[in-house]
Nanobody, 115 residues
Framework: VQLVESGGGLVQPGGSLRLSCAGS????????MRWYRQAPGKERELVAA????????NYADSVKGRFTISRDNPKNTVYLQMNSLKPEDTAVYYC?????????WGQGTQVTVSS
């Protein structure tokens, strides 16, 4: 299993970013995909999840109405569209899949929201 995130960067408050995560080595379309984040000195937290067929999503309360998770199964890719970004969204964002009771993680992509 390999997960590769991209799309992070520095953005001003109120701005937008789109993160991507390309998966390989497993049947991508059969698995729920998740985005987590970890800010300095804090525990890793679940941001959003999307079911295998993409019909069901859920979000942390802190990002509801601002972030949208989506997936393109033919491309083996999951996305996180982040709008109205706040300084408190600053973190390393990780893509995740749970397969056969094992959590797999990407290398993470840094998102920094600052003026």
């Amino acid at each position: 299993v390999q997960l590769v995130e991209s799309g992070g960067g520095l953005v001003q408050p109120g701005g937008s970013l789109r993160l991507s995560c390309a998966g390989s080595g497993f049947p991508f379309s059969s698995y729920t995909m998740r985005w987590y984040r970890q800010a300095p000195g804090k525990e890793r937290e679940l941001v959003a999840a999307i079911a295998s067929a993409g019909g069901s999503t859920n979000y942390a309360d802190s990002v509801k109405g601002r972030f949208t998770i989506s997936r393109d199964n033919p491309k083996n890719t999951v996305y996180l569209q982040m709008n109205s970004l706040k300084p408190e969204d600053t973190a390393v964002y990780y893509c995740n899949v749970l397969r056969w009771s094992v959590n797999y993680w990407g290398q993470g992509t840094q998102v920094t929201v600052s003026s």
